[in-house]
């Protein structure tokens, strides 16, 4: 059996993961959710076979996730083979606004960089502290942040977007952590991988009825992102970026331990 843990699995890509993974019988696939009821209903509701189990887990209380890893562990008798690190905090209603609108609204800049930090960047770190020594138990050894190319230096000066300050800020810090623990573990075998999962379709209910608001935020984002790739199309769908980010993880190496790669398993973003 291979065991994996989604940590933030009760929407968009982190329950994509928990529907891709489970149909396969030799998984075991746990997802942590900050709330965990309606997850479990959502998963019994979708019939997802019985190798999916959810536990409570949320990135801003360490001691959620410490409680977390001890009932995996019984559950995967103590040996964790990927963790994947999903759960984020995406503030939408200001992710338009630039460096400059925050002026004379400072206050309101640090109380979302301070969220964001808290849980895109501590929130990574808690989570490999509690989860660790269950991934050295492992032959795989792998654990993968998911982080977004809104962290690309240079897809941010392509496209000019300028918006999206602290989400971007947290996920660029958090690739840092993953290259600070790829550091520190690269003599044990343990890879680490900050993975973009390029731009994808997760905030809608339903794909092909998307509400005229968030079609525009994503016609928008769209625009912009074919200055960086002018084949783009638009969000793909959260099912074709899970399967392409599994063939990266499938194919990393220690030597790829550190590095900030996308679905498409290079350095581009989309
Ligand atoms: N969609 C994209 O185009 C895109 C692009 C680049 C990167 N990403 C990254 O992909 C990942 C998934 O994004 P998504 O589009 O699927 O977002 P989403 O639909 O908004 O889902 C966010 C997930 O994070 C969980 N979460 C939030 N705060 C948490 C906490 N404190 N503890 C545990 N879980 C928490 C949410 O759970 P609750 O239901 O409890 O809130 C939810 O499951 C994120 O890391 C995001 O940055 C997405």
């Not at 994509?16 to 900050?34: D, E």
């Not at 509701?45 to 360490?62: C, E, F, Y």
């Not at 190319?149 to 800020?169: F, H, N, Q, S």
């Not at 960086?228 to 399967?243: A, D, H, K, Q």
Request: with cysteine.
């Amino acid at each position: 059996m291979t065991s994996y843990v989604i940590v933030g699995a009760s929407r968009g890509l982190d329950y994509q993961y928990l529907k891709t993974l489970s149909a396969s019988p030799s998984n075991i696939v746990i997802g942590l959710a900050r709330s965990p009821a309606p997850v479990q209903s959502k998963v019994s509701a979708d019939n997802l076979p019985s190798n999916v189990h959810i536990l409570h887990g949320d990135l801003t209380d360490p001691s959620s996730l410490n409680v977390a890893a001890a009932q995996v562990s019984k559950i995967t008798s103590g040996a964790v083979d990927y963790l994947i690190i999903n759960g984020a905090l995406l503030p939408y209603e200001t992710a338009h606004l630039g460096p400059l609108d925050f002026a004379g609204n400072e206050q309101a800049f640090m109380e979302e960089l301070n969220a964001s930090m808290s849980t895109n960047v501590a929130g990574v770190m808690w989570t490999v502290n509690a989860f660790i020594n269950l991934v050295k138990n492992s032959n795989v050894k792998t654990v993968i942040f998911i982080s977004s190319c809104m962290a690309d230096t240079e897809l941010i000066g392509i496209t000019g977007i300028a918006a999206a300050v602290p989400y971007a800020v947290s996920k660029a810090g958090a690739n840092v952590v993953v290259a600070k623990y790829a550091a520190l573990y690269k003599s044990t075998g343990v890879v680490f991988l900050a993975l973009g999962p390029g731009f994808v379709q997760t905030q809608a209910e339903d794909p092909d009825n998307v509400p005229p608001e968030l079609a525009a935020v994503q016609d928008a984002f769209t625009v912009a992102f074919r200055k960086y790739e002018p084949g783009l199309r638009g969000p793909i769908l959260p099912e074709e970026s899970v399967r392409m980010q599994l063939e990266v993880i499938k194919g990393i190496t220690i030597k790829d331990s550190g590095k900030f790669l996308s679905h498409l398993g290079t350095k581009k973003m989309l």
